[in-house]
């Protein structure tokens, strides 16, 4: 095999408790298979999901990060992933400011119904994140100095 | 009798220094304006080549050179979680030999008394280390603003505490040279010329402040009633401490995950709220004139008894980068007034 | 203008209705301009009003040692008095017990400072009394024209802007001026002070630097007034600016909001809408 070469991203995915982390259970009793880059912690909610927690995932070493939750609407808090929708739009341009890969951040909204979307978004998100490379800019930052 | 050099050779010492691997820390200008949007904002910093050094046009670097020899973060030890055992790996210290060209007298004069609190009850290894590799070559003084009372304090424009080499303007171009220390002979071995042109002792500053009538103030009593007052409108940021040569409280916080980190120590001031906060909640320096008190007794009344000298060498940074212009001068211009 | 603010000032702590005026002034006049809290009728001479009133006096409404003195009076130029606005949306100010006294101004600073330029609040709102006015016209400013600093910035390619920033946030000394001269940082225990356990280092490294500012400026998200105290206060000449002028673009392009100026409008954070756009999200 000569996979050994082949650079393999770090994937860390944020998602939601009652949506994608269903659609994602969904896709594994369904045996769809998604690539193991994937790091997926749970959540309660988006909404609960600190802007911190993508930046701590990229000084621990993460090449791509995705926040997941429920589709707006069907949040299982009612509005948590409006809140996070709201939060992204501004975070997003605080990234951009800091020059910091916005290819490698990722939102969407996966149901707990749709496994495939699931398998779907981390297969692309590898694939581009192999393409991309590793995130060194953001580990240099970390280096002790 | 005296000894010379010239700003060109001065340069190509620095450059020499460099590559002959040695690290070189002075005066740069960085990307930015000082705090009165006006002339260029110069900071101590280390250098890649002779030609980023300024030397003059400006009063004094708005940092100091203490984080030269007592580094603003600094590991100290490693710990790593294996299975139940724990597994400790010292940090590195540096081995490289360094330069501080362009120190100004007020931050050399600050590391004596570094040097004392740092080898007091415990011999401070990291500090000494750095301290050992590190030669001083500082610039007297030629101009002075309305924050500079160095004389005010026992210091002054010539001030050769803590120097290994003296540096003395004559005109634009040209130095007096004085080899304090074995050290500073080392360096210069050979890098100047013997004259009979002598430089002029410059001027300091007027003194400011009476400093017996301060001490009077302060042996006074520690809850005078005047401190809340003369403190009100200290934010209780920590500019003047980490911009002081002469301030060297430190917090060491284990930083890590899981699995392991490092346990470091960083700079801190006595004017965040945390400083005494205590683990069950009280704070006995809960309120910003506490805290600024004992900032004023700790350098003019608290470390003097101990240690035989004032905790503060007149530079001036704390005035000039505190936000709300005050800094320890304005305080002591108002209590040595006090009778 | 100076009389009329002792003035005001005189009669407002002769009559009992504040026990403090917080202005700026000169405690004695060889003394640079301070922030200074008059409580005595007499002292109200030390009042001064210049180019270089700097400070965002607002900030004292939210600290002890001042509160501590009574009912107070506050001097705030139009930049300042958007704080007081924020503050107010979100209960840290009763501004019925707040006297506001407002001073017109043509900009602080020589040369100006970069918010001067694109000022439209010369003259300060929702204030009990105003003093002076200004001659400089409020800035009609589109947009455009105020992020054409952030714009301009933004041009440049993302490893340029990472740079940049790389090696600005270096000189950070972790001093929290920044923060102290905030009145939006008014947390009783900032996020980064939190050690059981650590959330944000308070190690001065590249990495805890970018935390830090990451973490400050996103806590500002459409609360930041842009009185810039912050890039004044920096020691290390850090342009904090360039990263608040971001969220607050990001909060007026997407959300029409500027901090601040409409008292009817919701903050944007806390609240949210089912309109908000989504095209990024898959």
Known sequence: MSDTNVFQPKIIAYVCNWCTYLGADLAGTNRLEYPANVRIIRLPCTGRIDFNLIVKAFERGADAVLVSGCHPGDCHYTAGNYHARRRWILFRQLLETLGIDARRVHFSWISAAEGKKWQQVITEITDKTRELGPYTAYREICQEC | MSELLDK??????????????????????????????????????????????????????????KEFVFPR??????????????????????????????????????LKILDAVFNWDVKDEFYNRRREL??????????????????SVGSGPCDERGSDVLLIPIDGERYEVRCLTEKGKKLLAGATTASSEEATAPQGPPVRFNL???????????????????????????????????????????????????????????????????????????????????????????????????????????????????????????????? | MLDELRQTCRRLLQDGTVQAVIGYGRPSPEDPVVPVFITKPEDVDQLAWDDQCF???????????VLSLGKLAVCVKGCDQRALLVLEKESQIDRSQIVVIGLACDGVGKPRLAKCASCDVHTPRQSDFVIGKANTPDAAATVAERYAELDAFLAKPPEERMAYWKKELSRCVKCYACRQVCPMCYCRQCIVDKNRPVSISTSAT?????????????????????????????????????????????????????????????????????????????
């Open chain 2, 212 to 339: 017996d009538a301060l001490g009077e103030f302060l042996a006074g009593g520690y809850d005078r009633p005047e401190w809340p007052e003369i403190t009100r409108r200290c934010l209780g940021c920590g500019a003047c401490a980490y911009t002081c040569p002469t301030c060297h409280c430190f917090d060491i916080v284990d930083e890590g995950s899981a699995s392991g980190g490092a346990r470091v120590r960083n700079w801190d001031a006595c004017q965040f709220t945390m400083f005494t906060a205590h683990a069950s909640g009280h704070n006995p320096r809960s309120d910003q004139s506490q805290r600024q008190r004992q900032r004023i007794h700790h350098k003019f009344q608290i470390y003097p008894d101990k240690f035989g000298e004032l905790l503060c060498t007149g530079c001036g940074n704390c005035s000039r980068n505190c936000p709300v212009d005050m800094g320890v001068l304005p305080v002591l211009k108002t209590i040595a007034a006090k009778k």
């Open chain 2, 134 to 151: 590190t030669t001083v070559v500082t610039l007297a003084c030629k101009e002075h603003d309305d924050f500079c009372f160095c004389t």
């Open chain 3, 206 to 282: 590249l990495k805890g630097n970018f935390a830090w500012h990451i973490t400050r400026a996103f806590h500002l998200a459409g609360r930041c007034v842009g009185c810039d105290e912050c890039t004044r206060a920096c020691p290390a000449g850090i342009d904090l600016r360039l990263l608040n002028l971001s969220l607050a673009k990001a909060a007026e392009e997407n959300f029409d909001y500027r901090s601040g100026m409409d008292p009817e409008k919701e903050p944007i954070i806390g609240a949210y809408s089912q309109q908000d756009h989504e095209e990024f999200i898959r």
């Open chain 2, 73 to 110: 973060h600094e590991k100290l030890y490693g710990y790593q979680f294996k299975g139940k055992r724990l597994e400790l790996t010292p940090a590195e210290l540096p081995t490289t030999e360094q330069v501080v060209i362009g120190a100004r007298p007020c931050d050399a004069a600050a």
């Open chain 3, 55 to 65: 400070a965002n006096l607002v900030k004292y409404l939210l600290r002890k040692e």
């Open chain 2, 8 to 65: 060109t050779d001065l340069n190509r010492l620095v450059d020499a220094w460099l590559s002959e691997g040695r690290r070189v820390a002075g005066p740069q200008c960085v990307n930015a304006k000082d705090s009165r949007g006006q002339a260029d904002r110069i900071q101590y910093a280390w250098l890649t080549k002779a030609e980023e050094l300024r030397l003059d046009g400006f009063i004094r670097p708005t940092n100091s050179i």
